[in-house]
């Protein structure tokens, strides 16, 4: 079983920055990623990232947002810039490997 503990969400303005962490209780040889869920919408793909390092990005943060990863530490990272109030959401690590694994999310808003 993976646990996935995320950390870094937060208040921050429009234009803003911020960086979100997600460490993995072990190694993951599949790919990880981050979604996001905002009041009332379903949940969305922000980005993933494969044990090789191919990314993906959703088409509304592209050029803003950067997902990386540290396999030697277990963790998966989104950098987070020139933040828009849509961006507001819940913010959930994934893995996606033998089986599906999430974390419990983190908050992050973004005041206009």
């Known amino acids: 079983q993976v646990q996935l503990v995320e950390s870094g969400g937060g208040l921050v303005q429009a234009g803003g920055s911020l960086r979100l962490s997600c460490a993995a209780s072990?190694?993951?040889?599949?790919?990880m990623g981050w979604y996001r869920q905002a009041p009332g919408k379903q949940r969305e793909l922000v980005a993933t990232?494969?044990?090789?390092?191919?990314?993906n990005y959703a088409d509304s943060v592209k050029g803003r947002f950067t997902i990386s990863r540290d396999n030697a530490k277990n963790t998966v990272n989104l950098q987070m810039n020139s933040l828009k109030p849509e961006d507001t959401a819940v913010y959930y690590c994934?893995?996606?490997?033998?089986?599906?694994?999430w974390g419990q999310g983190t908050q992050v808003t973004v005041s206009s």
């Open positions: 990232i494969t044990l090789g390092g191919r990314t």
């Open positions: 072990g190694s993951i040889l599949g790919s």
């Open positions: 994934n893995v996606q490997w033998y089986k599906e694994f």
